[in-house]
C-alpha cells in the first residue's frame, strides 16, 4: 500500500510536506521520498529506506537540504519514489500508489514496440513508477499520458506528479479504488491521500476527486485536466483495516464506521443466538478495538485491553531480518494483563482474519497466560480472493488465505464451486468451515461479519464499493 501527500504553496512549503507524508506513516513501512521543486536550485530529491525507522528519523536533516514553493512526498511498500524523470514532457518528479498484475507484459510490450530500454534495481527486479512513466512519457500532454497509462494497465493506478512548471497533476484510478483529497489554504494547495494530514496543517477540504479524474494544482487553484465519474468502486477495507481512524472517505469516518460494524456484529449474534457469555469484550489491537467497542457497546458485555502491544521500541515498522526474530519480536510486543485474563471467557474482535497465522499466535498467548475460553469475531467477511486491485494481503494465493486452505480440507475443488455458501454462516458449509478453523486456532467460535453487515456499516451504496476479496464482485 502507500500514501502521499504534495502541496503548492506562495513560500517554501517543505514544513507542510514533512508533517503531511510522516501523517501517512500508517500506509507504508518500506520506503519513503520527498521530491521538491525550486526555480532556484530545480529539481531535488531525498529517498530512504524506512523499513526499521519511523520516516521522521529518516528525514531530520532535509530542513537543511531542500527547499521549494512545489514538493511531493511520498511512503509505501513497494519501490523506491518519488522517481525523477527527464521526457518530452519535460522534467518531472512522479510517484504511483497501486498494483500492475500485467507488469510483465507492459514491460515486453514497451521494449518491443518503443525500442527504448528501463533500469533495473538489484535483482534485475523493475521499478513499478519507472514503468508508469514510460507509459506516460507516449503522449503530448501529461493528461493523455495518465489517462493512457491507466487505461493499459490491469489492476490501479494513483498517480501524482511534481511538474517543472510550479504545479502538482494528481490522477485518481479510474474506478476510484482509493481517495485524492484536495485542501486548501490562504497561501496555496495540497493534495492528500488522508484528509486529516492536511487539516493539522490548517488546509480546509476543497473536494476529493472523481474516480478516473486528473487535476492540476497550481498556487492560485485546481485546473480539471479531465473529468472524473461518480461510478466508482472505493475499497472497502479502507474502513475496516487501512484508515486511520481520524481518516474519512467519500465523508464517511473511519472510526465512527467500526464503532457502527461493531455494533451490526453483535445485533447479529443477538438475533442468530450466538451472543457468547464473556466476561470481557477485547479487539486485537490496534484496528480491531474501535470494531470492539462497538460490540461491546450492543452487547452489554463489558469491554476491556486483556493485552497490550508495547510499540515504544518495536513500531511497526521494526522488521527483524529473520522469521524466527519476527515470531520473537510479536510475540514480545503482547504484554498480558493477568486480571483481565486469568480465568476469564474473552471475545475478541479483529479487522480481519486472512492466513491466521497471527491470530493462532495471539490465540496461543491468551491461553498461555491463563483464559478459559476465547471467542473470535471478524470484522470482514470471510476473505475468499486476494486483492487484485492493491494487493492488501500479504498472501501469495488464494490457497494460503485460511478461508480456501479450509474449503480444500472439507471437500477439495469441488468446494470452490460452493464459495457463496461458505460465506454464509447459514449454510451447512458455512457452519463447517466456522467450525474447522475453529479447530485450527483453538477458538470457542468464530464469526464474521456479513457483506450486508459492512455495506450498512460504511452507510454507502453497495454499487460503490468493492467486495472482490470476499465474493470475487468488484
Not at 507488469?103 to 535483482?123: C, P
Not at 515470531?327 to 482474519?353: G, H, T, W
Request: hydrophobic share 35%; charged share 25%; with cysteine.
Amino acid at each position: 500500500m502507500g500514501g502521499f501527500f504534495g502541496a503548492v504553496s506562495e513560500t517554501d512549503v517543505l514544513g507542510d510536506v514533512f508533517f503531511g507524508t510522516d501523517y501517512h506513516s500508517h500506509l507504508g513501512t518500506r520506503s519513503a521520498g520527498l521530491a521538491a521543486y525550486d526555480s532556484e536550485k530545480g529539481f531535488q530529491r531525498a529517498i530512504h529506506n524506512i523499513t526499521n525507522a519511523p520516516f521522521r528519523t529518516k528525514f531530520n536533516t532535509i530542513f537543511e537540504e531542500m527547499k521549494g514553493t512545489a514538493i511531493i512526498g511520498m511512503i509505501n511498500d513497494t519501490d523506491p519514489q518519488p522517481l525523477l524523470m527527464r521526457s518530452r514532457l519535460g522534467k518531472y518528479a512522479i510517484c504511483f500508489i497501486g498494483i500492475i498484475n500485467n507488469k510483465e507484459e507492459l514491460i515486453k510490450e514497451y521494449i518491443s514496440t518503443i525500442g527504448a530500454q528501463l533500469g533495473t534495481m538489484s535483482g534485475g527486479n523493475q521499478n513499478t513508477t519507472e514503468l508508469v512513466a514510460a507509459y506516460i512519457n507516449q503522449k503530448d500532454t501529461f493528461a493523455e499520458g495518465i489517462a493512457y497509462a491507466q487505461e493499459k494497465i490491469d489492476g490501479t493506478a494513483l498517480i501524482m506528479i511534481l511538474t517543472e512548471n510550479n504545479s502538482i497533476i494528481v490522477a485518481r484510478d479510474k474506478t476510484g479504488k482509493l481517495p485524492v483529497h484536495v485542501g486548501v489554504k490562504e497561501t496555496g494547495y495540497c493534495v492528500s491521500f488522508e484528509d486529516f494530514a492536511f487539516e493539522k496543517l490548517g488546509y480546509t477540504q476543497e473536494r476529493e476527486l472523481e474516480a478516473g479524474e486528473i487535476a492540476e494544482v497550481r498556487v492560485d487553484g485546481v485546473t480539471v485536466l479531465k473529468k472524473g465519474t461518480q461510478h466508482k468502486k472505493i475499497c472497502s477495507f479502507l474502513w475496516s483495516y487501512y484508515g486511520f481512524p481520524t481518516a474519512n472517505y467519500e465523508g464517511i469516518n473511519v472510526e465512527s464506521m467500526r464503532y457502527r460494524n461493531g455494533e451490526i456484529m453483535a445485533e447479529n449474534d443477538r438475533k442468530n443466538g450466538e451472543m457468547p457469555n464473556a466476561d470481557f469484550v477485547a479487539g486485537v489491537p490496534d484496528s480491531g478495538t474501535p470494531h470492539a467497542i462497538g460490540y461491546a457497546n450492543n452487547s452489554n458485555i463489558r469491554f476491556a485491553r486483556p493485552f497490550i502491544k508495547y510499540t515504544p521500541t518495536w513500531p511497526r515498522s521494526f522488521m527483524p531480518p529473520t522469521q524466527i526474530e519476527r515470531n520473537r519480536i510479536a510475540k514480545m510486543k503482547q504484554i498480558p494483563i493477568n486480571d483481565l485474563i486469568k480465568d476469564k471467557e474473552l471475545m475478541f474482535v479483529d479487522d480481519s482474519i486472512v492466513r491466521g497465522t497471527q491470530l493462532r499466535e495471539t490465540v496461543e498467548f491468551l491461553y498461555e497466560s491463563g483464559a478459559k475460553k476465547v471467542h473470535m469475531r471478524s470484522a470482514c467477511p470471510p476473505i475468499m480472493y486476494g486483492c487484485k486491485y492493491l494487493n492488501f494481503s500479504r498472501a501469495t494465493s488464494d490457497m494460503e488465505l485460511i478461508t480456501r486452505a479450509t474449503i480444500m480440507e472439507l471437500e477439495g475443488e469441488v468446494g470452490l464451486a460452493h464459495i457463496d455458501e461458505y460465506i454464509d454462516t447459514s449454510t451447512e458449509r458455512g457452519r463447517k468451515m466456522r467450525e474447522r478453523i475453529c479447530e485450527k486456532l483453538h477458538l470457542a467460535s468464530l464469526e464474521f461479519q456479513t457483506i450486508d453487515g459492512l455495506i450498512e456499516a460504511i452507510g454507502l451504496e453497495p454499487c460503490k464499493l468493492c467486495t472482490y476479496c470476499w465474493n470475487g464482485k468488484e
